[in-house]
């Protein structure tokens, strides 16, 4: 019997330190959608759910505590057939700043090319040799984005396995009739293609640098370094303009996703340093983030 306990308790203990990767909230959004059994969307709700918190991801070990904090929130806006549906995907993600209880955002990314086949209690399969299903492939594919970003801010370069796997989505989808897999399928580059293809280009290896250095020497450290953490930041923003001032393309949609994900973050953390400082780093972001001008003058208005 004792042992029986022990067994027990080591179960619920293992189970307590042992996660999988994401923590992930989803919402399924489908008030555009009418005449139709709205139970489907909350099944589809639950589905997502279940394949992107309890699929294992990785080889890593993550302990609850660990999980990576992720939104997805899928917009339906089409219903082609009975079983086709359109929308959009907005997906979000997290990670904490350590000694203190402020959570940094690391993507903040709208896909405009969700399209899939989805009966209801159909289950959610997902095969990283092949392509069968585009709903699943689209999860997979930004759980690894996901991911990827995660130990990118941990160590240098350290999501690169976890972007090949999403690469490797890509390349399985090149033949899939849906939008969002193929070059010529964006004339902006704002698809999965461009955007993962930017993230493994060496020429925008500086701006995977900076989410290195701007997360674990910087942020990490600010909270008993403040003008430390600060000054290493400013310096980081250097790897960006560098990127900018190159041009790899016209449109560089991850490279602008960091800025969409950590504009306000940027303003936030320069508000309160010194005079000197705050003109040279709001001058540098004004340059390389034109589009969030107004956003930056606010950091020597303050």
Known sequence: ??????????????????????????????????????????????????????????????????RIECTIMINLTEQVSVDQFKGTLQIQATRPVFNSNYNSTLLNYKDLDLDFRYVEFQSLDFSETSFSNNLTSVLAYWAYVIIGLDFDSFSLEG??????????????????????????????????????EDILDDKYRPVREFIYRYHRLGMDIMAEKTIEGRAEIAEDFKLLQKVYRDKPSPFMPFYQSLFDAKVDEFVNVFTESFSEEKTRVANILIEIDPANALKYQKIQAQ
């Open 159 to 196: 999501g690169t396995e976890y972007f090949q796997k999403a690469e490797v989505i890509v390349n399985n989808a090149s033949n899939a009739t849906e939008k969002g897999w193929k070059a010529f399928d964006s004339n902006t580059h704002k698809n999965r293609y461009w955007f993962i």
């Open 1 to 66: 019997m004792r042992k029986l306990i022990i067994f027990f308790l080591l179960t619920i203990i293992t189970h307590a330190i042992v996660a999988q990767e994401l923590n992930c909230r989803v919402q399924v959004i489908s008030q555009q959608i009418q005449g139709t059994n709205k139970k489907i969307f909350e099944t589809l709700q639950s589905a997502i759910y279940e394949f992107l918190n309890n699929k294992k991801w990785t080889t890593t070990t993550f302990s609850t505590d660990e």
